[in-house]
């Protein structure tokens, strides 16, 4: 599943402590909340993903075509702290509502770790949903000792594509053809945190 050709330390040769501030400020600022919230920073909060919320994430992840479909089980899987490959997995939700508008999985194996997943309804799309995800995600990985993280996607994807440049991932390599269906290449990106 990793990317591979991954240097295992971080450039600078120290262990590196997430700036999710750096992170943050790459992504659309929210005003004042006095003056209250704009559209695209709507009061939403992240959480770790429970089994309660399976349903949701299975109906957003088959609702967009561009997201990798997994069964349950490799959800559940994700979830089981026990599990041998070891896992955060995040949902963003509405504080109004409670609805789960995304969620993001992440695998790790410090000192990296590779972003499996991230996907968005699309009537929650470009309003920061992603960004804060990541950024979220991000401050985790650093706790637990990861300094890199990785990743793949299908090179058509632009909305993807865009949301990881903007994050301040590198394409670090190209696998041609690599995925099916239909036949792509892949990105390879990396973000060293
Ligand atoms: C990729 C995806 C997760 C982005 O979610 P999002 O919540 O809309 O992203 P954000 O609002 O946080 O966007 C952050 C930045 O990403 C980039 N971006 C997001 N959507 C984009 C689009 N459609 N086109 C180009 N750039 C885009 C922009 O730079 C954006 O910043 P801006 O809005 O200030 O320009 C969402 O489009 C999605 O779920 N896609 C389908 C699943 C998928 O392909 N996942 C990735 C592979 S696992």
Known sequence: MSSGNIPEKHPSGAKAS?????????????????????????????????PADLDRVMEIAESLKEAPQWPRN????????????????LVVEE???????????ANLMPPEAELE???????????????RLFAALATELSTAGVVGVILEVR???QPA?????????????????????PVEDAVLMRLWL
């Not at 026990?82 to 997995?89: F, G, H, N, S, V």
């Open 18 to 50: 997430v700036d999710s501030a750096a992170i943050a400020a790459r992504l659309k600022p929210c005003p004042d909340t006095r003056q209250g919230q704009s559209a695209s920073c709507q009061a939403v909060r992240i959480r770790r993903m429970t």
């Open 74 to 89: 490799a959800y559940r899987a994700a979830l089981d702290p026990e599990a041998k490959l070891r896992r955060i997995a």
């Open 95 to 105: 504080v109004a509502t409670g609805a789960v508008a995304g969620f993001a999985v």
């Open 117 to 131: 997943i991230v996907a968005v309804d699309s009537e929650a799309q470009r309003r920061g949903a992603a960004g």
């Open 155 to 157: 090179a058509h994807n």
């Open 161 to 181: 594509l865009g949301l990881y440049r903007k994050l301040g991932f590198a394409e670090t390599g190209r696998r041609m053809r690599y995925y099916d269906d």
